[in-house]
């Protein structure tokens, strides 16, 4: 396990990481704060229908757009462990049935990777530019992150020595795969939530979470929440952190900061495995002793 510290936009001392790492999930919260750079640019609005469809950028985005999610399809998970070559986009919606809204937007919440397929065709249509070429401009380079790249082929994560399984294919990841430094991840989230990318109106949009569950077993929750591409949530110390746990084949990380803290640290944790609890709980633990 490792795992990387920051604070004031910058690693504390020690926390280095140099190794390459899939980011998983914590993708959302980039692919997030890229949406909410163009909201911030007046590119588009959080709450306004999106290509005649009955949900919004702000429903996509806390998982409230009524969307199904292609991790509930067996053969998706089939595909994945034969190493088969990932199904072109409209293929999966087909198999997805995903013009079939599973709830009415806004009225519930269901965890959605299909969603962030949405948020980041939004992000390539609004910028006319490829995904990756728009995550640099609009996240990346402004804050002074310069290692981390999207993986969409098998041979774009062929470098990634840790934590991706032999043979997987990126390109299952159909919202794109981010991987870089661990360090990165951590510097990412704490820069941001300083206030370096996006306005303070805009950074409390993303906190303000729904609470989608009770205490989890095995995981320091108390009170889980989501808000705009972060999970936010109480844990057992009384803390409120907000970040995001991803997990993929072989790994998980947990990229998570304080909500009160005046002095806020930023934890990023790597683990090969799959277990989340343990990941969450080393953040968690990380969190408490910079504090103390």
Known sequence: MIFSLATGGSLVVGAESPAVVPWWS??????SVAALSLVRDGQVTLDESLWGEPFTLRQLLRHEAGLADYGELPDYH???ARHDTPWPEEDLLRRLDAGKLRYQPGAGWRYSNLGYLYVARLIEQLTDLSLEDALAERAFAPIGLGRVRLAR???DSD???TGIAPGYDAGWVYHGLLVGPLSDAA????RVMMGQLLPETLLREMRARRIVAGPIQGRPWESPGYGLGLMVGTVESGMTLYGH???GPDSVVAIYRSAHDVAATTCAVFHEGCDQGLVEAKAVEQLLAARS
């Open 187 to 190: 510097l990412f989230l704490d």
């Open 159 to 161: 470098d990634v020595v």
């Open 26 to 31: 914590f993708t959302k919260t980039v692919l």
């Open 245 to 247: 746990t991803g997990a």
């Open 153 to 155: 082929t098998r041979a």
């Open 78 to 80: 089939h595909a994945v």
